[in-house]
């Protein structure tokens, strides 16, 4: 078996501030694993932790407790860097040339000549940048200002791509190349982490995902798993004791409401009560739907602060 792009073991990071007294739990028993080659979206409300997981992934700052792995070497393996893309949360750049930027991380990670110029070229064209190339970047927008961002981050052409929530600032054609870039870095056999609270996006192009609400992993897997799980059926019958059964009742119809894993046994319970089924219909969830009861069932989406 390959080593996994990410490993995170029980992962817990607590923030203290010394001048309020008080502590913020941001990651609390967090473990996930990501496979290499697969494109995986990060998902959670805001505040939930997803930032300090990929700032700890990063080695920005260290864990209060458990450890990782980034392709297969310990968080904060300083040569290990080299191969990853890194695009922040919040980009913020020196006063210069958007070109000349890009060229200046791609030196950084011990890019030169022609391959150096080349490449930057490329990407600026792919990222719908090539115009403004000799512009400031501090005049850009916040939208142009995340493809100079992707543009850093994808120069070195590397083999794990970490962003923390790319797409939050550009304009739907934004979005739309910015899915493709990520489509042909995945059939590259390039590993993409994306973070994002854009649900229907993370849903068009990852391969699994994982829900993070509180500082911890609620769920993980494909798109598809994570709604099966969640899967349910409307069973309309009728000619049954309403006191058997729990559901709604109209015009002399009772509808019930059961997991798909109990559709069986609700139905044979209907039949030996002497009623009749109906009609069975599935009921389709979405994503945003297995978000809101999760971020619900733990009480809120938010961290809690804790005064000590
Ligand atoms: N440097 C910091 N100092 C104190 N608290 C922080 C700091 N950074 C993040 N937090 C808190 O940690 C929690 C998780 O934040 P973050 O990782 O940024 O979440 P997300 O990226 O999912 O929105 C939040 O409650 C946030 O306020
Ligand atoms: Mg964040």
């Known amino acids: 078996m390959t080593s996994p792009?990410?490993?995170?073991?029980?992962?817990?990071?607590q923030y203290r501030s010394f001048f309020h007294n008080e502590s913020v739990k941001a990651l609390d028993g967090f473990s996930l694993r990501v496979e290499q080659g697969e494109i995986f979206g990060f998902l959670g409300p805001?505040?939930?932790?997803?930032?300090?997981a990929i700032h700890i992934a990063l080695g920005f700052m260290f864990p209060s407790s458990g450890r990782g792995?980034?392709?297969?070497?310990?968080?904060?393996?300083?040569?290990t860097r080299r191969r990853v893309g890194f695009l922040a949360e919040n980009v913020a750049f020196y006063h210069r040339p958007a070109g000349r930027l890009v060229?200046?991380?791609?030196?950084?990670n011990g890019m030169h000549g022609p391959q150096l110029r080349s490449c930057t070229a490329e990407l600026l064209k792919e990222l719908e940048l090539s115009e403004v190339a000799g512009r400031?970047?501090?005049?850009?927008?916040?939208?142009m200002l995340q493809r100079?961002?992707?543009?850093?981050?994808?120069?070195?052409?590397?083999?794990?791509?970490?962003?923390?929530?790319?797409?939050?600032?550009?304009?739907?054609?934004?979005?739309?190349?910015?899915?493709?870039?990520?489509?042909?870095?995945?059939?590259?056999?390039?590993?993409?982490?994306?973070?994002?609270?854009?649900l229907s996006e993370v849903e068009q192009i990852c391969d699994r995902?994982?829900?993070?609400?509180?500082?911890?992993?609620?769920?993980?897997?494909?798109?598809?798993?994570?709604?099966?799980?969640q899967n349910r059926f409307v069973i309309t019958a009728r000619g049954i004791d309403e006191l058997l059964f729990e559901g709604t009742r109209q015009n002399g119809f009772i509808k019930i409401t059961v997991p798909a894993l109990g559709q069986?046994?609700?139905?044979?319970?209907?039949?030996?009560?002497?009623?009749?089924?109906?009609?069975?219909?599935?009921?389709?969830?979405?994503?945003?739907?297995?978000f809101v009861e999760l971020a619900h069932k733990n009480g809120g989406p938010h961290t809690e602060k804790r005064r000590q």
């Open 69 to 79: 792995l980034m392709l297969g070497r310990p968080f904060g393996h300083a040569a």
């Open 264 to 290: 069986r046994q609700a139905i044979e319970k209907i039949w030996l009560a002497g009623g009749e089924v109906i009609a069975v219909n599935p009921i389709r969830r979405t994503l945003e739907d297995l």
């Open 209 to 229: 995902m994982a829900i993070v609400i509180k500082g911890r992993v609620a769920r993980v897997g494909t798109v598809s798993e994570l709604l099966e799980a």
């Open 46 to 52: 805001n505040g939930a932790g997803k930032t300090t």
């Open 148 to 198: 100079v961002g992707l543009a850093q981050a994808l120069v070195n052409d590397p083999e794990l791509l970490i962003l923390d929530e790319p797409t939050s600032a550009l304009d739907p054609l934004g979005r739309i190349t910015v899915r493709e870039i990520l489509l042909k870095a995945r059939n590259a056999g390039k590993t993409v982490f994306l973070s994002s609270h854009l």
């Open 5 to 13: 792009a990410l490993e995170f073991d029980n992962i817990t990071k």
């Open 103 to 108: 060229r200046f991380y791609g030196a950084l």
């Open 136 to 143: 400031n970047a501090s005049k850009f927008s916040r939208g």
